[in-house]
């Protein structure tokens, strides 16, 4: 059956690997096709912060992770870091939201500057110029001023910044309940239903 939605995450060198993870899992549940960047730093962080043995080819790394997330043939897809001619790089084919979770501060001012040196920052140039959705996930702290006008800029831009700041008003019990928080309003901005966290107001 054909995915219902195209979507591109991206994952970079921040902290907080789970977050990526855990909305790719949600993104594949939803039914969507989920075209996957991840940046070296990324690979890093997700072999240090994870159980997961992520492996060092991009073939093998997709079949991992369609595989430990369940994903049907081609819906999850996988591109190299300097992939010009995948999907994501041009306007006249990239999808129509783009997700990146977590967001580095390097990448936030890659993309507030049009940088374009990767496919990532490629794609959410696509994506900004296109005036499609562009939604990004710091995880740094504390903020430099660098940080917050960067995060300024690419507000004024039409992009969305949500950070990996999970609120406590649920009264989590675990580490996974705060992931599902932020994962939950990245799904919110999405127009994706989900049941990993009811919004305010709602029992």
């Known amino acids: 059956m054909e995915p219902d939605r195209t979507i591109t995450l991206a ?10 993870l855990r909305l790719l ?15 070296g730093a990324a690979e890093v962080v ?14 093998e790394q ?3 992770l369609s595989q430990t997330f369940g994903a049907d043939d081609e819906q999850l897809q996988l591109f190299s ?6 999907p994501v790089a041009s306007g006249s084919s990239s999808p129509s939201s783009m997700v990146i979770c977590p967001a580095s501060g390097g990448c ?13 920052e490629r794609a959410a140039d696509v994506a900004l110029k296109e005036r499609r959705q562009l939604i990004m996930v710091p995880r740094e702290a504390p903020y430099s001023e ?3 006008e960067n995060m300024l800029k690419l507000t004024r831009m039409g992009a969305i910044i949500i950070p990996a700041s999970p609120g406590f008003y649920m009264q989590p019990n675990s580490i996974e309940e705060l992931v599902d928080f932020v ?14 966290m009811p919004r305010w107001g709602e029992s």
Do not use: K
Request: glycine residues 6%; negative net charge.
């Open 62 to 64: 997709q079949q991992m």
């Open 146 to 148: 660098v940080h917050l």
């Open 183 to 196: 994962v939950a309003r990245i799904l919110d901005q999405l127009g994706l239903e989900q049941d990993l």
């Open 25 to 39: 899992q949600c993104l594949l549940a939803a039914d969507c096709r989920v075209y996957l960047l991840l940046s």
């Open 46 to 59: 997700i072999r240090t912060e994870t159980n997961l043995e992520l492996p060092e080819t991009l073939d």
């Open 108 to 120: 936030l001012s890659a993309v507030a500057h049009g940088a374009s040196n990767n496919l990532i």
């Open 11 to 20: 994952m970079t060198g921040a902290s907080g690997a789970q977050y990526g």
């Open 81 to 86: 870091r300097e992939d010009w001619f995948s």
